[in-house]
Structures are given as structure tokens and as C-alpha cells.
């Protein structure tokens, strides 16, 4: 089992910036693409960013200039630095990973359980 652990979510006025992580643990051999998603009220999930394990990165228009993807191989974490938030930013955001088990040839997309965001106008 793999599970992912989100944190630094919170509330922020606007203009503001927050850090989030992911961290995953369970049964890893590797991970490939991790990243991402929120999800607003009323509205559905929707890609916020991804990055391979070479470090390319993936953005929406919407976030671009503002986020920044990192991840921490070592440590089989992710980030994501949101600097310059704005009131539209509010969602929960989920964090994803596609992880490979010992013993398996398959990829696996797991979830992290969501963390709040909230910018405040």
C-alpha cells in the first residue's frame, strides 16, 4: 500500500503565497509523474501542475508565473510554491503519484487526501 500526505494548506489573504508538500510512503520501488490537482466547489478536479522524475514541468495557463512544481526524489516528495495567489486559487488541492511497488511492472496513480486553500480577497 501507498499512501501520500499533503500539508501546508491554510488560509492566505491575496497577493499572498503558500507552500505546499506530498510526501509518499508505503511500498515504493520508484515513481514516475507526480503532481497537482484541486478542485473548487461546484466545479471538477482539474490539473494544476505535474513533473516527471527528470524534473520537466507541466502547468495550466492559469497558474503559470505563479506556481512552481518541485520534487525531492530522495525523499519521494512533492511541492508546490504559489506565490502571488488570487481569490480564484481557493480549492482543496490533491497531490498525485504514479508509483511502481516491489514485485510489479505497473504504475499506480495514488491520491493524497486533499489540503484547504483558501485566499481571502
Known amino acids: 500500500q501507498v499512501h501520500l500526505v499533503e500539508s501546508g494548506g491554510g488560509l492566505v489573504q491575496s497577493g499572498g503565497s503558500l507552500r505546499l508538500s506530498c510526501a509518499a510512503s508505503?511500498?515504493?520501488?520508484?515513481?514516475?509523474?507526480m503532481g497537482w490537482y484541486r478542485q473548487a466547489p461546484g466545479k471538477q478536479r482539474e490539473l494544476v501542475a505535474t513533473?516527471?522524475?527528470?524534473?520537466?514541468?507541466n502547468y495550466a495557463d492559469s497558474v503559470k508565473g505563479r506556481f512552481t512544481i518541485s520534487r525531492d526524489n530522495a525523499k519521494n516528495t512533492v511541492y508546490l510554491q504559489m506565490n502571488s495567489l488570487k481569490p480564484e486559487d481557493t480549492a482543496v488541492y490533491y497531490c498525485?503519484?504514479?508509483?511502481?511497488?516491489?514485485?510489479?511492472?505497473?504504475?499506480?496513480?495514488?491520491w493524497g487526501q486533499g489540503t484547504q486553500v483558501t485566499v481571502s480577497s
Open positions: 508505503g511500498s515504493i520501488f520508484s515513481i514516475n509523474a
Open positions: 513533473i516527471a522524475p527528470s524534473g520537466r514541468t
Open positions: 498525485n503519484a504514479e508509483v511502481r511497488s516491489p514485485g510489479s511492472y505497473a504504475y499506480i496513480k495514488y
